[in-house]
Nanobody, 127 residues
């Protein structure tokens, strides 16, 4: 299984970025897909996740109402639209997939529940 994330870059505060992640090497219809981030000197934290049903999403408190996660199950992709970016959003962003038992189950926010991880893409927001 491989996860390839892209879309990171340097932006100014208030601008937007869209991250994309493509999963390959397996079938992911039984998996939730999520994004985590890790800033220098900090632990990896949950950003957003989407369940097997694309109508079920979870967001970290600091990004709620600014970020939107979406997935294309047929293409094994998950995107993260990030608006109104802040310097505190600066981090390496990782996509991940984790098996979910039921179609209507909420995706996990705990990184320990995710089985496979991408290599990360750097997002830098300047003030």
């Amino acid at each position: 299984v491989q996860l390839q994330a892209s879309g990171g870059g340097l932006v100014q505060a208030g601008e937007s970025l869209r991250l994309s992640c493509t999963a390959s090497g397996g079938t992911f219809s039984n998996y939730a897909m999520g994004w985590f981030r890790q800033a220098p000197g900090k632990e990896r934290e949950f950003v957003a996740a989407i369940g097997r049903s694309t109508s079920i999403t979870s967001y970290g408190g600091s990004v709620r109402d600014r970020f939107t996660i979406s997935r294309d199950t047929a293409k094994n992709t998950v995107d993260l639209q990030m608006n109104s970016l802040k310097p505190d959003d600066t981090a390496v962003y990782y996509c991940a997939v984790g098996r979910v038992p039921n179609y209507m189950s909420a995706p996990a926010t705990d990184k320990a529940k995710y089985d496979y991880w991408g290599q990360g893409t750097l997002v830098t927001v300047s003030s």
